[in-house]
């Protein structure tokens, strides 16, 4: 079985072309791993086959970080300067929209509830801690 499973942010947004009567969506996925001064960046060519990929690519736009999992073939070629090359391209069979890295929502700061005073119905919710009704309270 010929699975490959990834995720990475894109390079460029999404192309659509049609190949015959057939659509097909492209757009490359960098890919990273390792970390530090270790960190590599390996770039992968996905092309995803007819409706699914026109109806998704307005929203594959360049820094969309996606989830890929297709089937994965290493392409050799020779470069116009004579040297080999290699590419991976990926014919995409799930992909999965994550979100950009700057798309975050902006977290507003947690405000704990304020207790009522002694007796409130805030403590009766709360069984295992009955503050204010005489029981005491130890640190450990």
């Known amino acids: ?3 490959w499973s990834f995720t990475g942010n894109l ?7 049609f190949v015959g009567e057939s659509s097909v969506t492209e ?9 530090g001064n270790k960190a590599t960046t390996t770039w992968a060519k996905c092309a995803m086959w007819g409706d699914r ?19 994965l073939t290493l ?3 020779t470069k116009k300067d004579g ?13 999965t929209l994550l979100g950009k890295k700057d798309d975050a929502p902006a977290q507003e700061p947690s405000q704990e509830p304020t207790p009522p005073a002694h007796g409130g119905d805030f403590n009766d919710d ?15």
């Open 1 to 3: 079985m010929n699975n």
């Open 27 to 35: 757009f490359n996925v960098a890919v990273k791993s390792g970390y």
């Open 11 to 17: 390079g460029h947004s999404a192309e659509t072309k």
């Open 75 to 77: 392409r050799e070629y």
């Open 53 to 71: 990929g026109e109806k998704v690519a307005e929203f594959l736009k360049k820094g969309q970080l996606v989830g890929i999992t297709g089937e």
């Open 126 to 140: 709360i069984p295992f801690a009955p503050i204010g009704r005489g029981a005491a309270c130890h640190s450990i």
């Open 83 to 95: 040297t080999n090359g290699a590419s991976l391209e990926v014919r995409v069979s799930d992909m």
